[in-house]
């Protein structure tokens, strides 16, 4: 009964494959007889059902047969596929000499050359195994195997990650003073990094790859220099400036971006930044003005200007910016929280000799500010409300208002002194 049962699959497996061979193009071709080409088909047959079964040792002939010959007849089968998991498995998975695990290395390899001959579709994966087995199984020379890496990813840019990282690690490991394997590297990582930032991986591998931040700069510094024109490369230097603050050296390669992409928004964002931490004030104002001509809605650039300005005690000017985020966001807390701070910074710095009263009303004009900030509820409501207390000595007390014979719901105007930019009015508690 079992024998019947397994000639009657054979006979249906046959019958299957004879018509697939019938419908190949190449068949009318082919330099087998019919009798030949009807062994081919039981060779086939026999190697499916054996593999299926996984009974390796037995599919593993009758397979060969079919790669020497026509695989090209079975590829929707997957025959180097199904070889591949014979060899594989006679590797790792039998006990058996390392010399014949050598061996093994090397039919695998050949293995792959043929796949790669014949199903082109599928040659990037076999290729990218390839160097693969040459690194692992054989162990052959570095220059060797990031060869056929390289060409792996080459043919297939976005092969899986876990063979990158075999080729980044081979590159670091061999680094040495006549190549340029430690670049290669950084750039390799840079990109996987880029790709899967939270990966603490890549982050690991590109500071390993330095001694020190410094060091790590001067190599990707050098990778830019050798590439002037790659915008990517100038980038990755910048933002390792950037990351280690190192502002004066991401400005380089920030202007060379700007210059290249005047209109994406992150180089103008970073480089007015980095002209900021460096005190370049009229460049930092410029590049803010560029944000704003490219990023008209955007609150934050209107608010970032709007601090430069009042670190320059340009404080009109600063309010005047202030007020156009606001106009953006009217929910917006910082920019109340800002404007509170300038009317505390006015008093200062006019103040002279002798507190007076408009001083008082000045500082009850920030208060009153610091009001409308807690509030919109905002992440600067509490600090505001810390600024209110702590001014509640410095604005007008009830016998200020007394002496002065100003009621309760009174407006008092703001001007005199060097307060006739704030053009504003305080209510009389």
């Known amino acids: 009964m079992k024998t019947l049962k397994i000639t009657m699959i054979l006979f249906l497996l046959l019958s ?6 019938a419908s190949t193009p190449n068949h009318a071709d082919n330099n087998y007889a019919e009798a030949d080409s009807l062994n081919l088909m039981v060779e086939f047959s026999l190697f499916y059902e054996y593999h299926k079964n996984k009974d390796y040792a037995s599919a593993e002939p009758h397979g060969w047969n079919i790669v020497h010959s026509k695989p090209e007849n079975f590829l929707q089968f997957k025959p180097f596929h199904k070889m591949e998991d014979i060899l594989w498995y006679l590797h790792d998975s039998t006990d058996i000499t390392e010399e014949q695990k050598l061996t093994i290395a090397d039919t695998t390899i050949y293995l792959y050359n043929r796949a790669m001959e014949v199903d082109k579709d599928k040659a990037p994966y076999f290729q990218i195994k390839k160097a693969f087995v040459m690194e692992i199984w054989k162990d052959l020379p570095a220059a060797e195997v990031i060869a056929e890496y390289v060409k792996a990813f080459e043919m297939d840019p976005n092969a899986p990650t876990f063979y990158k990282d075999r080729l980044g690690r081979l590159y670091k490991d061999n680094a040495a003073d006549d190549n340029e394997y430690k670049l290669l590297a950084l750039d390799l990582y840079s990109n996987l990094s880029e790709a899967d930032p939270n990966n603490e991986i890549w982050i690991q591998m590109i500071e390993s790859l330095a001694e020190n931040p410094e060091e790590l700069m001067d190599i990707t510094k050098r990778a830019w220099e050798l590439d002037k024109e790659n915008l990517e490369k100038a980038w990755k230097y910048a933002s390792l400036c950037l990351r280690n603050k190192e502002y004066t050296r991401a400005i380089e390669a920030l202007e060379f971006l700007v210059g290249k992409s005047p209109d994406v928004i992150n180089y103008w964002m970073q480089l007015s930044s980095a002209y900021d931490k460096t005190d370049q004030t009229d460049k930092t104002i410029s590049a803010y003005k560029k944000l704003i001509s490219l990023q008209p809605d955007n609150r934050d650039n209107y608010a970032n200007l709007a601090l430069v300005y009042k670190k320059m005690d340009q ?17 917006w807390d910082f920019p109340y929280f800002v404007e509170a701070q300038i009317y505390e910074q006015a008093a ?3 103040i002279g000799s002798k507190f007076e009263f408009i001083d008082k009303v000045v500082y009850q004009l920030a208060v009153d500010t610091y009001k409308i900030a807690r509030s919109k509820g905002g992440q600067n409501a509490g600090a505001a409300g810390e600024r209110m207390n702590a001014l509640k000595e410095s604005v007008p007390q009830q016998e200020d208002f007394f002496f002065r014979n100003i009621k309760s719901g009174e407006k008092i105007k703001i001007e005199g002194k060097c307060y006739d930019w704030i053009g504003r009015t ?3 508690p």
């Open 426 to 428: 305080v209510i009389v």
């Open 16 to 21: 299957f494959s004879a018509s697939l061979f």
């Open 348 to 350: 200062r710095n006019c």
């Open 315 to 331: 404080l009109s000017v600063a309010r005047s910016y202030l007020q156009k985020a606001s106009n953006i966001d009217p929910d």
